[in-house]
């Protein structure tokens, strides 16, 4: 059973939640911590594992030169100017210590390149999932912490607008538990939550919802029955390029773990179900979902050849190609009309395209329909042509994968009330935090947020 009292509760075992269960532990805190799914990790382990680190030793043995002035500037225009300004400073502040923390929690990075703009290669990679592992096997001896899964938290209890407790569901058993210093929400979005999302996105009632299976917005439904204020709700988009893995079928929902393939930034192009292109395939992944959901029954396809399937690798999920053909999720054809015909596009439609995207490359160096000059906007890779067998088609769609807005915070990751109030003792990190990423986000600053927030909300928890 679970004690009736503890100083810190921490709700939710994603990124953010172990790292803020981990630093209040640091701080001397007794910590529950809590998840309500069998497993750790939620959309934390689904995603590519990209995080977006500035002035690394990395990124210096490279001779790469970056900054907080340019992460800064980077972090406010993919947002569209919409971010709060202080949260983006606590990020700038924060993640040089944070990358350094996690890397003493057992977290090895590898430098990659972002796809989204800004040309500077600044997303440090890890194994898919495995942030999350390693910081659970230092939780896991860390004689501070309790870590229970099967545990839900239902409601708030709060005492004149102070939370001093948390009504849970353990296995199945109601169980109060009164808090003597926090509590930590680390519930992710509501990705899986259908009436959240007609809410505050109708508009994106037909696209594919994925993210972690427990992200139904529990966090965000208590915090409100609190009074918490809620930001960004507006700006909901949804991610190009989930799997459409029963396509051609009337119903082309994805299967429960469907991936997310970006093949278009190692050169892909994208076809319609007419067999047309229809954009500028280097635009950020955001952008794109705009694009694809105008496209007869919001499918796409990502055409490429054996070039840029000799890119695949299995550490990253995103570009993993490989592995998606060997589950069928790709398929492929020795030449491109008998791929066309496997894609139900109109006869000749897919080679007329890729024989024009080809030509205008030979002829000019450029995609003359849609200014296209790079596989990712600010990479200085050329574009290749679709022009070597064997040829490969991804069918693919729309994705709710995360929702990046909710719950207003200060720097100190408080909760805030309706009037900008503290709520006191009640801290957010993750996900569930509004106001940070504004419009949009850059390539991993979501993963790397999440561990920025859950440390300062974890300290902030304990009492420091």
């Known amino acids: 059973m679970i004690s009736n009292s503890t100083e810190v509760l921490v709700c939710g075992s994603g990124l953010a939640g172990h790292c803020a269960a981990l630093r209040a532990a640091e701080c001397g805190a007794e910590v529950l911590f809590v998840e309500k799914t069998d497993s750790c990790g939620g959309s934390s382990v689904q995603a590519g594992g990209g995080f977006a680190f500035a002035g690394t030793d990395l990124q210096a043995a490279r001779g790469i030169a970056d900054g907080a002035d340019q992460l800064r500037r980077d972090l406010t225009e993919a947002g569209g100017g919409k971010g709060d300004s202080a949260l983006i400073e606590t990020y700038v502040t924060n993640q040089l210590e944070t990358y350094e923390w996690l890397r003493a929690n057992g977290v090895e990075f590898s430098l990659g390149?972002?796809?989204?703009?800004?040309?500077?290669?600044?997303?440090?990679?890890?194994?898919?999932?495995?942030?999350?592992?390693?910081?659970?096997?230092?939780?896991?001896?860390?004689?501070?912490?309790?870590?229970?899964?099967?545990?839900?938290?239902?409601?708030?209890?709060?005492?004149?607008?102070?939370?001093?407790?948390?009504?849970?569901?353990?296995d199945g058993v109601a169980t109060d538990v009164a808090i003597r210093k926090g509590v930590v929400l680390a519930t992710g979005g509501f990705s899986r939550?259908?009436?959240?999302?007609?809410?505050?996105?109708?508009?994106?009632?037909?696209?594919?919802?994925?993210?972690?299976?427990?992200?139904?917005?529990?966090?965000?439904?208590?915090?409100?029955?609190?009074?918490?204020?809620?930001?960004?709700?507006?700006?909901?988009?949804?991610?190009?390029?989930?799997?459409?893995?029963?396509?051609?079928?009337?119903?082309?929902?994805?299967?429960?773990?469907?991936?997310?393939?970006?093949?278009i930034?190692?050169?892909?192009?994208?076809?319609?179900?007419k067999g047309i292109r229809f954009t500028d395939e280097s635009?950020?992944?955001?952008?794109?979902?705009?694009?694809?959901?105008?496209q007869p029954d919001g499918i796409a396809f990502q055409i490429f050849d054996a070039k840029v399937m000799a890119q695949s690798t299995s550490s990253s999920s995103i570009n993993d190609y490989?592995?998606?053909?060997?589950?069928?999720?790709?398929?492929?054809?020795?030449?491109?009309?008998?791929?066309?015909?496997?894609m139900e596009l109109p006869d000749g439609a897919l080679r007329h395209t890729v024989l024009k995207y080809?030509?205008?490359?030979?002829?000019?160096?450029?995609?003359?329909?849609?200014?296209?000059?790079?596989?990712?906007y600010g990479s200085a890779t050329p574009l290749l042509g679709v022009d070597t067998p064997p040829f490969y088609a991804f069918p693919c769609a729309n994705a709710v994968t995360a929702t990046y807005c909710g719950l207003t915070v200060n720097s100190r990751m408080e909760v805030l009330d309706v009037f900008d109030e503290k709520i006191q003792g009640l801290?957010?990190?993750?996900?569930?935090?509004?106001?940070?990423?504004?419009?949009?986000?850059?390539?991993?600053?979501?993963?790397?947020?999440?561990?920025?927030?859950?440390?300062?909300?974890?300290?902030?928890?304990a009492g420091h």
């Open 113 to 170: 390149t972002s796809s989204t703009p800004g040309a500077v290669s600044r997303v440090h990679g890890t194994r898919q999932g495995a942030a999350v592992a390693s910081l659970h096997d230092r939780l896991r001896r860390n004689n501070r912490i309790r870590y229970v899964t099967r545990t839900a938290v239902r409601r708030l209890i709060t005492d004149e607008g102070a939370i001093v407790g948390a009504s849970l569901n353990f």
């Open 427 to 461: 801290f957010a990190a993750g996900e569930i935090l509004g106001g940070f990423h504004g419009r949009s986000y850059l390539s991993g600053s979501a993963l790397a947020k999440a561990a920025i927030s859950g440390r300062i909300a974890g300290r902030s928890a």
């Open 265 to 273: 930034y190692r050169g892909a192009i994208m076809l319609n179900r």
């Open 322 to 342: 490989e592995g998606a053909l060997k589950r069928g999720l790709i398929r492929s054809a020795p030449d491109l009309d008998q791929l066309g015909r496997m």
């Open 358 to 376: 080809n030509r205008d490359l030979l002829d000019c160096g450029f995609d003359r329909d849609f200014g296209r000059r790079a596989p990712a």
């Open 283 to 294: 635009m950020n992944y955001k952008s794109l979902s705009a694009q694809c959901a105008a």
């Open 193 to 263: 939550n259908a009436r959240l999302l007609e809410t505050y996105a109708p508009e994106l009632s037909a696209a594919f919802r994925l993210g972690g299976t427990g992200n139904t917005g529990d966090g965000l439904l208590m915090a409100s029955r609190v009074g918490a204020g809620q930001t960004d709700m507006g700006y909901i988009t949804a991610t190009f390029g989930v799997a459409a893995s029963r396509y051609p079928a009337p119903e082309q929902g994805p299967d429960e773990d469907a991936v997310l393939l970006f093949a």
